[in-house]
T-cell receptor, first 113, second 114 residues
Framework: GAGVSQSPRYKVAKRGQDVALRCDPI?????LFWYQQALGQGPEFLTY????????KSGLPSDRFFAERPEGSVSTLKIQRTQQEDSAVYLC???????????FGPGTRLTVT | KQEVTQIPAALSVPEGENLVLNCSFT??????LQWFRQDPGKGLTSLLL?????REQTSGRLNASLDKSSGRSTLYIAASQPGDSATYLC?????????????FGRGTSLIVHP
């Protein structure tokens, strides 16, 4: 595709609900990152995929967070039993090989009430 | 652990001024540095990417410089316009083998008023 897309753009969840956030990277980009961005902060790394392999998940804040990319393209970030502290913008980025320039999606704003 | 600091945190200027935004990092072993723009409620838009071997990059009214030895990058915006109002973030990708996780600064929030 022309750029990185994410859905939904906005999600309101009640505390305890499970949510799934989707990311469609740029076609052909093998590397995909998920970030969490709190208000007034820079993006914080969550997890990284190269094709379908999850090479690093050290940034996931708890075992309630799970990410997958089964076919090496679309990725889903799942949060189980959401808590208020999960409220943030979740950003997805892919990057091109060679230059490693990051391209970001518009993000999903998650609000847990 | 890499730390990235952006100064100032916020800036408000009249239209037409030339601006300098600063980004400093503690570990000079970097692969590249990337400047982004983020509009409210939106994702990050790449502005300029500087590889570690480069000293500067230019795009239109934007110029970014990189001084690895001193751990600094500056983003220069010439003849600022109200449409430049946004948050500007820098991100540093490490050089060390196998590590690819970029570290972001907290950003500089810029308002250009007419």
């Amino acid at each position: 595709g022309a750029g990185v897309s994410q859905s939904p753009r906005y999600k309101v969840a009640k505390r305890g609900q499970d949510v799934a956030l989707r990311c469609d990277p740029i076609s052909g980009h093998v590397s995909l990152f998920w970030y969490q961005q709190a208000l007034g902060q820079g993006p914080e790394f969550l997890t990284y995929f190269q094709n379908e392999a999850q090479l690093d998940k050290s940034g996931l804040p708890s075992d309630r967070f799970f990410a997958e990319r089964p076919e090496g393209s679309v990725s889903t970030l799942k949060i189980q039993r959401t808590q208020q502290e999960d409220s943030a913008v979740y950003l997805c980025a892919s990057w091109g090989e060679g230059t490693y320039e990051q391209y970001f999606g518009p993000g999903t704003r998650l609000t847990v009430t | 652990k890499q730390e990235v600091t952006q100064i100032p945190a916020a800036l408000s200027v009249p239209e037409g001024e030339n601006l300098v935004l600063n980004c400093s990092f503690t570990d000079s072993a970097i692969y590249n540095l990337q400047w982004f723009r983020q509009d409210p409620g939106k994702g990050l838009t790449s502005l300029l990417l500087i590889q570690s071997s480069q000293r500067e990059q230019t795009s239109g009214r934007l110029n970014a410089s990189l001084d690895k030895s001193s751990g600094r990058s500056t983003l220069y915006i010439a003849a600022s316009q109200p449409g430049d109002s946004a948050t500007y973030l820098c991100a540093v990708r490490p050089l060390s083998g196998g590590s690819y996780i970029p570290t972001f600064g907290r950003g500089t929030s810029l308002i250009v008023h007419p």
